[in-house]
Structure formats: structure tokens, C-alpha cells
């Protein structure tokens, strides 16, 4: 019963996240107005906005004006409530509501990055902070178990490669082939992961860039790869590996 709680839960999180994933790129506030069509600006009614069921409901179409709904929102609305219960069903308690806000926080900061090539400093400091309070204070609130010293030098350590890499390729090439977001980003993931882990992050991560670059960007000069995203997408596979 609990987990079907947690599920819920997760979906409702995830209608947040999309919230969140649309408007803060535009500057938006996220509270007011209320959820709208993007298409023909109509405010949307409490009982059509309902996460997961509605979307299944209008079958993918909008209700006000019959267009098809971006399928951004059902697959975040499903991810984040998947992860919601995949953690309660493999952690304790504590541990499955911290990675809760962890692994939506993760979910914006993929969702952002792949739309837009933003990582909001919020989001990075978030994530680093909360890793290295936890191994600091309760190694036991973080799933992996990793020691202050591990979550403190494995962060050091991807500010340091990742910063170093952003130099060099500004001053041989002069382009940014990592952006400041990234090399936050990848010591905030560090410090929950710890060194073991953070090199399958690095390989992983790299892996998932090169496919992303071979599939939509082979052809087109000056082609961003959403590196945030694919950090983020491994990184929350490493915690179930």
C-alpha cells in the first residue's frame, strides 16, 4: 500500500517537474498563472491536469484545442514516480525520501539540460552540498555508504579535471566544450557516488554524449551535446548497480 503511496506521490512530483522544466528556462514564475495551454494559451482546469491519468485520457491531445500534447510530460510524470517507488522498494525509509528529492532534482537538471543546454546553479550546489552534509553528518542516509573523505576528494577531483578540460579546450580551440554547469554538476554527483563509482560515471556519461552526438549532431557545426543529461542519466543508474 505504501508503495503504491510512493508511486502517487512520485507523479505528482513529476507534474511539478515539468513545471519546472518549462518554465524556469523562460524566466517564468512557476506558481502563477496557473497550468495553461501552450498552444492556445486556455487555462487548464484542475480536473484536466491530473498527472498520468489525464495524458492517457485525452489520449495525447490537448482538450481545448485537439493538439497533440508533448510527450515530455508523461514520460517525466512516469520516470519520477517510477524512481519514487524503485526506492522504496529497495531502501529504508529515510534513504528512499532523500533520493526522492535527489533523483528529482536529477530528472529537472536532464530535462532542462536536453531542451535547453542550461544547469541551474541551484540545482548543482543542491546536489553537492547535500552529498558531502550527508557523508559528513550520516553516512548511513546515503545508500552507497561513502565517507566524508571519499565524497570530498571525489568531488575535488571532478571540479579539478573537469575545470582543467574547459582551459585547455578554451585555449587551444577556444570553445567552451564544457560549460561551468557541467563542472559543478559532475562534483555534485561525485560526492554522492564516491571515486569508485564516479570513474563508471565519467565513462558512462561520455558514452551516452558520443551516441547523443552520432544520432543528432554528426552534421551540424557547433553542436552542443547536453553533457548535464547524460551525467544525469548516469548517475541514476549507478544507484541501482
Known amino acids: 500500500m505504501l508503495g503504491i503511496l510512493f508511486f502517487v506521490l512520485g507523479a505528482l512530483f513529476g507534474s511539478f517537474a515539468n513545471v519546472l522544466i518549462l518554465r524556469l528556462p523562460k524566466n517564468q514564475n512557476i506558481a502563477f498563472p496557473r497550468s495553461y495551454c501552450f498552444e492556445c494559451k486556455k487555462q487548464i482546469p484542475w480536473y484536466l491536469n491530473i498527472p498520468l491519468i489525464t495524458y492517457l485520457f485525452l489520449l495525447g ?22 524512481l519514487f517507488l524503485v526506492n522504496y522498494l529497495n531502501f529504508n525509509l529515510n534513504q528512499a525520501i532523500i533520493l526522492n528529492i535527489l533523483f528529482f532534482i536529477t530528472v529537472v537538471i536532464i530535462f532542462i539540460d536536453f531542451n535547453e543546454r ?80 564516479f570513474l563508471y560515471l565519467l565513462v558512462i556519461s561520455s558514452l551516452l554524449g558520443i551516441i547523443y552526438f552520432l544520432m543528432f549532431g554528426k552534421n551540424k557545426k557547433n553542436f552542443q551535446i547536453p553533457f548535464g543529461s547524460s551525467m544525469g542519466v548516469a548517475f541514476l543508474t549507478l544507484f541501482f548497480i
Open 61 to 82: 491531445k490537448t482538450k481545448c484545442c485537439n493538439k497533440q500534447l508533448n510527450p515530455q510530460y508523461i514520460i517525466v510524470e512516469l520516470l519520477i514516480a517510477f
Open 118 to 197: 542550461i544547469i541551474f546553479d541551484i540545482f548543482n550546489y543542491s546536489v553537492l552540498i547535500s552529498g558531502l552534509i550527508l557523508a559528513f553528518f550520516s553516512q548511513n542516509l546515503n545508500p552507497l555508504n561513502i565517507s566524508i573523505t571519499n565524497s570530498a576528494v571525489t568531488a575535488t577531483l571532478g571540479i579539478s579535471l573537469f575545470f582543467t578540460l574547459r582551459l585547455i579546450f578554451l585555449k587551444l580551440r577556444e570553445i567552451e566544450a564544457l560549460g561551468l554547469g557541467d563542472v559543478f554538476l559532475v562534483a555534485g554527483f561525485g560526492s554522492w557516488l564516491g571515486f569508485e563509482k
